[in-house]
């Protein structure tokens, strides 16, 4: 019986592969499960350390290095980082849509994505199943400033105070 693909849209690079999604791909890969794990895009601030894979990647292509068997990780690239402003999430959405495109054989896959600016091209796939999967630590959750620090440091001081 084969079971049913899974591509795991991550909110990390596949190395170290030391976080939740990392066992969450392995485990699947391991159960049969075929799992395309994409990365975390790399963005123009990794253009010295990845050189002329640059221009591949900045055109759309993802560089697929295998990990495990049934386990494909897909590296990609966007020119910013999809959190960091609207023109930055369309720019990542366009290039990972094109992606799970390539990759989303039909309607028995399921897409997980990792992070919220992930959702309109995951939610746009013609996999089966699309799930968002949001764990995240304490400094992502808060709310206040752009990057809710006030109210996670108020959050700290609370829990400190008897």
């Known amino acids: 019986m084969t079971r049913p693909p899974l591509v ?7 190395n170290p592969p030391i976080r939740r999604e990392h066992a969450f791909a392995r485990e699947a890969a391991l159960h049969g ?11 123009i601030r990794a253009l010295a350390r990845i050189g002329r894979r640059w221009l591949r990647l900045a055109g759309g292509g993802a560089e ?11 590296g990609r690239f966007a020119p910013a980082p999809g959190h960091r402003g609207t023109l930055a999430a369309l720019a990542d959405n366009a290039l990972l849509a094109h992606l799970l495109r390539c990759l989303v054989a039909g309607p028995d896959a399921t897409v997980v994505a990792n992070a919220p600016w992930q959702w309109p091209a995951v939610a746009r796939s013609h996999a089966g199943r699309r799930v968002f999967d949001c764990a995240t630590t304490g400094q992502r959750c808060c709310h206040g400033g752009n990057d809710g620090s006030a109210s996670c440091a108020g959050r700290s001081r609370q829990r400190q105070t008897p």
């Open 64 to 74: 697929p290095a295998t990990a495990v068997d049934n386990l494909a990780v897909w």
């Open 8 to 14: 795991l849209c991550a909110k990390s690079p596949w």
């Open 33 to 43: 499960h075929t799992v395309d794990f994409v990365e975390q895009p790399a963005d």
